[in-house]
């Protein structure tokens, strides 16, 4: 089965937009990272990493999976306004309801744990910093498959961020304007992108009841559980590995593990604009998208690996240039890593797109719970007697397992509809 080109012009033009911002994201941590580590040292940037771990339960918390269910409401109502409206005051207060949530929750926690009251102003500019990107609509101009705007926005913030990491941080002690930058995006983001909704779509801030608030968050209640457990094991890691050894051996990992986040984020364009498509062409034939996810899966491949396959050769020489130090420890930690965007784009493709988009939650969240039980009971020992190493193969291993029961699942579904 062939795909149709011209049903994906659309998908094809948001995927040009949003690889201008990924262009950014690729190439942008390449120039501050090398100046950030040499300033800073590598266990100050290990402690910053230990609490953007802690912080990212927050986000997950408050983004509640409105990026999955919102975007696809708003993909299948994009021509009812009063819906869209409705819905975008909906999504937002009940973000701000749990932001304040997590303010409560933050505030007891450092009081409680003696790392985030020693380093209060690290985490709390953390914090804030998810709070107001969370509360940004992205979800809405992906529904709508406009993404122009958010992507140059997006991409003059990044700019303007790289600008200050230069211009603020100077010598070892200004490690805390690494919790600092973030947030001055994050201000941005939320307060131009709020206006621009106001001017451009004529959207009003509605009174909506609590039972709606209520019921909105009751029917995204699977997809942000399945959000809780990618989060918990992509910063869980992070947090074993800090609680386990030192800051420093945090920020060696953490080194690695930006490098490998920089290449998983070149498939971020094409899966973030597919997902709107998806949501409103599988309606019509589950078994048409199935196949068109596959042969997508399979030219993707083709390319990301041969991009990977560079990565793992290069990493020697990738760890000299950016960071110095620890050339040798890093360069083993980005190769054992170095497949895992492979894996995430798979999964993306027959979880995120296809089980999510077909009202398979259940399912979805199923997988993602046993991938997260294995990691849990992997990480511990791994990490234990091996320290990053150990965490490295650990992500290695889960992510490899939700791959494929990802696509077992995308493929038993699929069976189904021929019986």
Request: glycine share 4%; with cysteine; charged share 10%.
């Amino acid at each position: 089965m062939r795909i149709n080109i011209s049903e994906y012009k659309q998908v094809i033009l948001n995927f040009i937009n949003l690889a201008f911002v990924q262009a950014a994201n690729l190439l942008l941590p390449l120039i501050t990272i090398p100046y950030v580590i040499r300033t800073v040292g590598f266990e100050n940037f290990g402690l910053v990493a230990f609490a953007t771990s802690i912080v990212n339960y927050f986000s997950v918390f408050i983004n509640y999976g409105f990026n999955l269910t919102a975007t696809k409401a708003v993909s299948q109502n994009r021509n009812d306004s009063q819906y869209l409206n409705k819905l975008f005051c909906t999504v937002t207060y009940s973000k701000v309801l749990l932001s304040f949530t997590s303010i409560l929750i933050f505030l007891v926690l450092s009081i409680l744990i003696v790392s985030i009251k020693n380093n209060f102003y690290v985490y709390l500019y953390l914090l804030l910093s998810i709070i107001f990107t969370n509360l940004s609509p992205d979800w809405f101009f992906q529904g709508i498959q406009q993404l122009k705007f958010l992507t140059y926005l997006n991409l003059s913030l990044k700019i303007i961020s790289t600008i200050l990491t230069f211009f603020l941080i100077k010598v070892t002690s200004d490690y805390y304007y690494l919790a600092i930058i973030p947030f001055i995006n994050s201000v941005f983001l939320f307060a131009i992108s709020h206006l621009y909704i106001q001017i451009k779509h004529k959207f009003r801030y509605l009174r909506v009841g609590l039972s709606s608030i209520f019921k909105e968050l009751y029917q995204s209640r699977f997809i942000f559980l399945s959000q809780v457990k990618i989060t918990f094991f992509n910063n869980f890691n992070t947090v074993v590995l800090g609680f386990l050894t030192d800051n420093k051996i945090v920020g060696i990992f953490s080194s690695a593990d930006k490098i490998i986040k920089v290449f998983s984020s070149i498939q971020v364009p094409i899966v973030t604009a597919l997902f709107p498509h998806i949501a409103m062409k599988i309606k019509n034939s589950r078994e048409t998208v199935f196949y068109e996810l596959k042969k997508i899966a399979i030219y993707g491949s083709v390319l990301y690996g041969a991009i990977l396959i560079i990565l793992f050769i290069l990493a020697p020489w990738i760890s000299e240039i950016m960071f110095g130090e620890e050339v040798d420890q890093i360069a083993l930690l980005i190769r054992i890593m170095s497949f895992i965007p492979l894996f995430i784009f798979i999964n993306n493709l027959f979880g995120t797109q296809y089980l999510l988009n077909t009202g398979l939650e259940k399912k979805f969240l199923i997988n993602l719970i046993i991938a997260a039980l294995l990691n849990v009971v992997i990480i511990f020992p791994l990490t234990y007697y091996f320290k990053a190493i150990g965490t490295s193969f650990s992500i290695f291993i889960t992510e490899l397992f939700v791959l494929i029961s990802m696509y077992n699942s995308a493929k038993k579904v699929n069976a189904t509809l021929k019986i």
